[in-house]
């Protein structure tokens, strides 16, 4: 059984701080892991992804991959109120295939 | 341009229905799917298709079915709804090919059932 695990929050951070998102997995399998944001009545859309051990970095965005210990990490720098949304952890297992989805994690970004 | 869109976006029906849900994108990729989001927003995969494989997603009932006229197009068909089904669905496409898969969803279709 292949699980994406994150704290469904509300993760709750004032403006301007850092806003850190976490995800575990079950499975080393996952090729790549994904993260994207929803926002209420919306689709998901991409921010970031990665598929290497260590940090890649979007502007505000970093996501944070650690294979050994199987979990991912999004870090949210600035953080603004047009950030508040819920962010969704993915996990592709075998190309496309089997792409899994983590519960979400509920931010919001205080003014 | 719209990349990945759906119809309807809004779907009211009653129970034993039978009805269908298209999704067309335009961004030339080689694989789409389908998810359902429930009410607590959890995004479960239904189906991913490409041109030479379709695989479902266990727990789906068999009254779900994804059918594919060409590579441009995914449509769900639904029959004899239940009241569960009741839930937002999301259409995606991506270039599984290349490695990485970036989907790209579509607005969404959110169905009630009566």
């Known amino acids: 059984q292949k699980e994406v695990e994150q704290n469904s929050g509300p993760l709750s951070v004032p403006e301007g701080a850092i806003a850190s998102l976490n995800c575990t997995y079950s499975d080393r399998g996952s090729q790549s892991f994904f993260w994207y944001r929803q926002y209420s009545g919306k689709s998901p859309e991409l921010i970031m992804f990665?598929?290497?051990?260590g940090d890649k970095e979007d502007g505000r965005f970093t996501a944070q991959l650690n294979k050994a210990s199987q979990y991912v990490s999004l870090l949210i720098r600035d953080s603004q109120p047009s950030d508040s949304a819920t962010y969704l952890c993915a996990g592709d297992y075998n190309y496309g295939q089997n792409f899994v989805f983590g519960p979400g994690t509920r931010l919001s970004v205080l003014p | 341009d719209t990349a990945v869109s759906q119809t309807p976006k809004y779907l009211v029906t009653q129970m034993g229905n039978d009805k269908s849900i298209k999704c067309e994108q335009n961004?030339?990729?080689?694989?789409m799917y389908w998810y359902k989001q429930d009410s607590k927003k959890f995004l479960k995969i239904m189906f991913s298709?490409?041109?030479?494989?379709?695989?479902i997603n266990e727990t789906v009932p068999n009254r779900f079915s994804p059918k594919s006229p060409d590579k441009a197009h995914l449509n769900l068909h639904i029959n004899s709804l239940e009241l569960g089904d009741s839930a937002v669905y999301f259409c995606?496409?991506?270039?599984?090919?290349?490695?990485?898969?970036?989907?790209?969803f579509g607005p969404g279709t959110r169905l009630t059932v009566l």
């Open positions: 961004l030339g990729h080689d694989t």
């Open positions: 990665i598929y290497s051990n």
């Open positions: 298709y490409n041109n030479k494989e379709l695989i």
């Open positions: 995606a496409s991506s270039q599984a090919a290349q490695g990485w898969n970036e989907q790209f």
